[in-house]
């Protein structure tokens, strides 16, 4: 005899909303760059391929603070 195939439940609308809702992002934060330092960032943007500035210093800024947070954490010994 051939087992039932079990179907997944419909995802709940409201779900998405919440999660959409949780990930909006609404804090501004404003860098000052320095000519070469913005030279340096237009450079990597074309080299790389990339449009938005804003995803690269969202990235790099997360990536080396969760990086120190992890490297920070209290220890027993």
């Not at 919440?18 to 909006?24: D, E, S, T």
């Not at 790099?60 to 954490?73: F, G, P, Q, V, W």
């Amino acid at each position: 005899m051939a087992r039932k195939k079990q179907t997944m439940p419909a995802p709940d609308p409201d779900m998405f909303e919440k999660r959409r809702a949780v990930l909006k992002r609404k804090h501004r934060q404003v860098i000052y760059l320095n000519d070469s330092e913005m030279a340096a960032v237009k450079e990597y943007c074309s080299r790389f391929g990339f449009k938005a500035r804003s995803s690269i210093f969202r990235e790099a800024t997360m990536e080396r603070i969760l990086k120190e947070l992890d490297d920070s954490h209290p220890t027993l010994f």
